[in-house]
């Protein structure tokens, strides 16, 4: 019996300390890379509300456009809508409010949003898309998104010509502010 109640306090111990310390699990972390639940000392928390969020106007930019777009980065300047489940998990939409960008945990202001794979038509190209996004809260209701979206089996819709390559990636970062 003294052999069993030994072992017992020798796995539970460590368990027990864990805990009053703080520890949220001996076998890492659960909330994105923070340690006890909390930040790091001097992060201030922003918050992120449901709602439209406008883009920064001139905050644009493309870091990659492998599907060769066209685009211009001002033309993604689109307001995007934020749902946030007050648990901390966000889900970030297209500018027609309906389209899923990503969708993940936010901790300490950031996180890794994902989506896909879905299919996406710009009305000359169709394609299979997966969705990448960097999500930064840098004030209270506004935020810096790096999206990566990379597509596959690209085919032209009926009628047109697509000129983008069978795969391919389009990389870039836009402000949202509230």
Do not use: H, W
Request: charged share 10%; glycine share 12%; hydrophobic share 35%.
């Amino acid at each position: 019996m003294k052999k069993t109640a030994l072992r017992f306090a020798l796995v539970a111990l460590p368990a027990l300390f864990a805990a009053s310390c703080g520890g949220d699990s001996l076998f890492g972390t659960l909330d994105g890379g923070t340690t006890g639940g909390t930040c790091p000392a001097g992060v201030t928390i922003y918050r992120v509300a449901n709602g439209m969020y406008p883009a920064v106007p001139g905050s644009a930019q493309f870091v990659s456009d492998g599907c060769n777009t066209g685009i211009a980065a001002s033309a993604l300047e689109s307001a995007r809508t934020v749902q946030n489940d007050a648990q901390g998990n966000v889900t970030l939409y297209a500018a027609d409010g309906s389209t899923i960008i990503g969708s993940g945990p936010v901790r300490c202001n950031t996180g890794t949003l994902s989506y896909g794979p879905t299919t996406i038509s710009d009305g000359v190209c169709r394609f299979t898309a997966n969705y990448s996004v960097s999500f930064t809260a840098t004030a209270d209701n506004a935020f810096t998104v790096q999206v990566t979206q990379q597509r596959s089996q690209s085919q032209s819709e009926p009628g047109q010509n697509c000129q983008q390559p069978p795969s391919c990636s389009v990389i870039y970062k836009v402000s949202q502010k509230n």
